[in-house]
């Protein structure tokens, strides 16, 4: 049965080389596509992802990092260090604001920081971090995209600041990041005397959150899972449907190349069948060469298209360093699951055929 369903998908070449391209660029645009999608929400959880805060105190109905703006007193600062069970409390202070980089308009997200307490850049690829407020680390991607050099100055709302480093994974497609120190960010948005978040490391008790929101009152607390899973809503949502049809639509393409590739063969092999079938052979073993055929057309699609998909990230990553695509065993694993859904809906008509075959019509022919 094998070395039927073999002669039979091998007999024209550029038939199966057309279906296994067809299946390969398919492969290749859903592993792209959950590459991005995966990488867009690396990008978007990066800082929460890598700063050491197990909660987060907002402004009262503020429950996102990125989705919305929060205004707090610094007056909150010491009654957070009260509660028994923290360890570590940084005060953060973001905004997103527009610059102007070579007459090009760019929006970035400017997040300041207190040096000594931490809640900054958490990988520096080429400098230091900030120490004075006329200092600046801006996101090396921004950095390369724009030309922007250590030692440079960088204009941020009238104000210039002096870039001292430049940060690693700190962009997205969308904005990159800008930090400064706490001081200087309010002082450039004229809110001193407040802070956006307090970011909160607690030793590992449950109990700390209740702690928290007890002692603060008009304020919001939320766990760094809870922001995290927010921003993703707020920020990917919108994007995550229309890909995730896209991927639908691949896998349906696919199917459908693999589906006439193996028909064609099919029809072509009408009068085998008719006299396999004369001979005793069941249709169970007849769609058993179908789905074999079906099965090998997917398989040789798929591994071009791995190998095809590695090729155009890393070309995509080269060209546009700020999109992310992250291609890995859990995505290789369910586009391979997606080859043999394709190969067993594609063999579904050629089967259908097998089994309507009458031998006694074949040799009337």
């Known amino acids: 049965m094998v070395p039927i369903a073999w002669r039979n998908l091998f007999e024209d070449r550029l038939r199966l080389a057309i279906s296994v391209g067809g299946v390969a660029l398919s492969i ?31 402004q009262k109905g503020v429950a996102n990092l990125q989705g919305a703006g929060s205004i707090i007193t610094r007056s909150n600062l010491q009654k957070v260090e009260s509660v028994e069970g923290v360890r570590a409390v940084m ?65 941020v709302l009238g104000k210039r600041f002096r870039i001292v480093g430049l940060s690693k994974g700190t962009a997205s497609w969308m904005v990159s990041m800008l930090f400064t120190t706490h001081e200087a960010a309010t002082a450039l948005l004229r809110a001193q005397g407040t802070t956006s978040y307090i970011l909160v490391d ?27 899973a927010n921003d993703l809503k707020f920020l990917a949502g919108v994007f995550s449907t229309p890909l ?62 791995v190998l095809l998909v590695w090729l155009v990230a890393a070309g995509i990553q080269q060209t546009w360093p700020q999109f992310l695509i992250v291609v890995d065993l859990t995505s ?19 089967a259908r055929y097998v089994a309507n075959i009458d031998p006694a019509r074949i040799y009337r022919k």
Not at 35 to 44: D, S
Not at 205 to 214: C, I, P, Y
Not at 262 to 274: D, F, K, L
């Open 28 to 58: 290749m645009l859903v592993l792209l596509l959950n590459g991005f999608l995966t990488g867009m929400n690396q990008q978007i959880t990066a800082y929460i992802d890598n700063t050491p805060a197990d909660y987060y105190v907002s």
């Open 244 to 305: 995730r049809m896209m991927v639908l639509i691949a896998v349906g393409i696919g199917a459908l190349l693999v589906g006439l590739t193996i028909y064609s063969a099919t029809v072509e092999r009408a009068r085998e069948y008719g006299v396999v079938k004369a001979i005793g052979m069941r249709n169970r073993r007849l769609y058993g060469i179908v789905v074999r055929q079906a099965l090998g057309a997917a398989g040789l699609g798929f591994a071009a298209g």
């Open 91 to 155: 005060p953060v202070f973001t905004q997103y604001v527009i610059v102007e980089i070579h007459r090009k308009k760019v929006t970035a997200f400017l997040l300041g920081y207190e040096p000594e307490r931490g809640g900054g850049p958490w990988q520096i690829a080429e400098g230091r971090a900030v120490n004075d407020g006329d200092e600046m680390v801006i996101d090396r991607v921004l950095a390369k995209r724009h030309g922007l050099k250590l030692g440079e100055e960088l204009e």
């Open 202 to 228: 607690g030793d590992g008790d449950s109990r700390v959150g209740e702690r928290l929101k007890a002692a603060l009152g008009e304020t919001n607390v939320v766990t760094r899972a809870t922001i995290a």
């Open 332 to 350: 290789i694993f369910q586009a391979a699951a997606g080859a043999v859904a394709m190969a067993l809906v594609a063999s579904l008509v050629p």
